[in-house]
C-alpha cells in the first residue's frame, strides 16, 4: 500500500471512531434529559432534584436557595450551573459531578465521598 492509501485509511478510520464518539456521548445525554429527584432529607415525603432539557437548560425542583441554569455532560461527568442564593448573597457556580449509572429510571452520581440517587420524575 503506498502512502496516499495509508493517509486515507488512517483519516477514515479516525473519523469513523470520532463519529462513533460522539453518538455515544450523545445517547448518554439523551438518557439524562428529564426530571430527576431525590426525597428531602427529614421530608422523606417532599422530593427535590433538577429537571435538564434538551437545549442545555436546566431548572431546580424544589430547591429555592439552589437555582439551577443549565447542563452539560461528557458522558462521565455532569456540570451543573447555576446560582447559589442565600444572606442576600448570590454566587455563580458550577458543580462538576461523576455519573456513576443512569438507566431508563434511575441516575446515581457522586463527588468526593457524596453520593446521590435520583429517580426519574414523570
Known sequence: MNNKHRFWGITFL???FMLSAMVACNSSNNQLIGSWVEPIP???NNVQG???EADGDASSINMNT???ESWSSNGKQLLLTGKSIG???TIDFTDTL???KVTADSLILNRGQGQWSYVRQQ
Request: charged fraction near 15%; avoid cysteine.
Open 50 to 52: 433538577f429537571k435538564l
Open 98 to 100: 461523576l455519573i456513576q
Open 66 to 68: 439552589l437555582k439551577y
Open 42 to 44: 427529614g421530608q422523606e
Open 14 to 16: 479516525f473519523a469513523a
Open 87 to 89: 444572606n442576600g448573597v
